[in-house]
């Protein structure tokens, strides 16, 4: 009987399984079409020389910045997955002028986040059209970043000196590691990707609480390396699980995983995930509140920015577990797809400033960015349509 049954079972899963993958082909591609006039709209808003930051549906006003600030590669990096899945060159063109703008931010070694800034925007460019001006923007970029390490921590410095911060060095800097292998990696100093990974290192061994949610601030003394606090900058509090920052850490291991097949980072990266997966504060829809331990759940703003970095992380991590592991990270990313990409996080065409999501968090506690659109919230989200795309169907 069973035996009998067995071909139509197997032509039943099939079937299904098609039929779920010509969904999520349907799926991505009516969002990177969304996407590409969309952003029409935000770049018709976003002046020459500047980056667009968020918009205020309130006040139907739009914030921009300029070059400096840490998420400037984010806009010319969407336009880059944007041309990449649709072919349309405005987004091309578009991107190109505005790494024009971005190129002298090469030299900056008052910040960390080179990576985020230079990689997600350059990286992209040079991965997609081999155009050796963006490599070279790359390795001048990745030489400033490593002037921010400091040997004794051993760690790269986060933001500079302040009145209260000595050498702090924050979990979501495990990101711009990737600047820093990558160039290793592809003609760079070695020294890049030993940076990287005393970096990491450190991060681990500093930043981690048992259960494997992260502080997000740790300060230290540079010249002997101790620890003088652990604290919070944009958390609910110095023990929360701000929940960026448990993103940055899950899709910071598993990249340098990537980059070095050691697997203490990966099972870093599967402990973090245990941790963002099985909180009893994660919504259902796997959208996570701003941090896992806000002071008014279930009314606390919800973080797209924050799920759509997991859903890119879980996506690459399903890239390196076995079989089992894989089909539950792919179904949590998918899952997270799903949901950013229905009408409560996506907007309408032409509403939300010209931005894809809404409902993403800045910094809560500096009562800045609070339940609007961002750049990197649109940035991973493209990311993981993109990555879904390449690896699962
Ligand atoms: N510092 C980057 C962030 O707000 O996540």
Redesign the pocket.
């Known amino acids: 009987m069973i035996r009998k049954r067995f071909p139509i079972l197997l032509i039943l899963l099939f079937t299904v399984g098609f039929l779920n993958a010509q969904n999520m082909r349907k799926l991505i591609k009516k969002q990177f079409e969304f996407a590409d006039k969309q952003y029409k709209i935000l770049q018709q808003h976003t002046p020459e020389n500047r980056m667009p930051k968020t918009y205020y549906a309130k006040d139907n006003k739009w914030e921009t910045s300029d070059t400096h600030w840490?998420?400037s590669g984010f806009y010319p990096g969407s336009l880059l997955y944007i041309y990449e899945n649709t072919k349309d060159t405005f987004a091309l063109n578009e991107a190109e002028r505005r790494l024009k703008i971005l190129q002298k931010e090469d030299h900056n070694t008052h910040t960390h986040?080179l990576g985020?800034m230079m990689f997600t925007s350059f990286g992209n460019a040079y991965r997609i059209t081999h155009n050796p001006l963006y490599k070279a923007v790359i390795d001048t970029s990745a030489a400033a970043l490593s002037t921010r390490f400091r040997p004794k921590i051993p760690a790269i410095q986060s933001w500079d000196s302040s009145k209260k911060l000595r050498c702090p060095v924050?979990i979501?800097n495990m990101m711009n590691l990737e600047l820093l292998c990558w160039d290793a990696q592809h003609g760079g100093s070695k020294r890049f990707q030993k940076i990287a990974e005393l970096h990491a290192n450190t991060t681990m061994k500093n930043h981690f609480r048992k259960d494997y949610s992260s502080f997000h601030v740790v300060d230290y003394n540079p010249e002997t390396g101790a620890i003088i606090k652990r604290v919070t900058a944009?958390g609910a509090n110095d023990s929360s699980a701000w929940s960026?920052?448990q993103a940055?850490g899950l899709y910071g291991y598993t990249m340098m995983y990537r980059f070095t097949k050691d697997t203490a980072y990966l099972n870093q990266a599967k402990h973090i995930a245990h941790f963002i997966l099985t909180n009893p504060n994660l919504p259902k829809d796997l959208i996570p509140y701003w941090d896992y331990n806000a002071p008014n759940l279930p009314d606390a703003p919800r973080d797209a920015?924050a799920a759509s970095v997991m859903a890119s992380a879980f996506l690459e991590l399903g890239q390196y577990v076995d079989e089992k592991e894989r089909k539950q990270y792919v179904a949590d990313a998918k899952k997270i797809i799903r949901n950013l990409s229905s009408p409560e996080y996506r907007a309408k065409l032409g509403e939300n400033g010209g931005f894809i999501l809404k409902h993403s968090v800045?910094?809560l506690p500096a009562h800045s960015e609070v339940d609007v659109p961002l750049t990197?919230a649109d940035y991973y989200f493209l990311e993981a349509l993109h990555r879904y795309k390449e690896w699962y169907l």
Do not use: E, P
């Open positions: 840490w998420c986040d985020f924050i979501d944009q960026r920052g940055w920015s800045g910094s990197y």
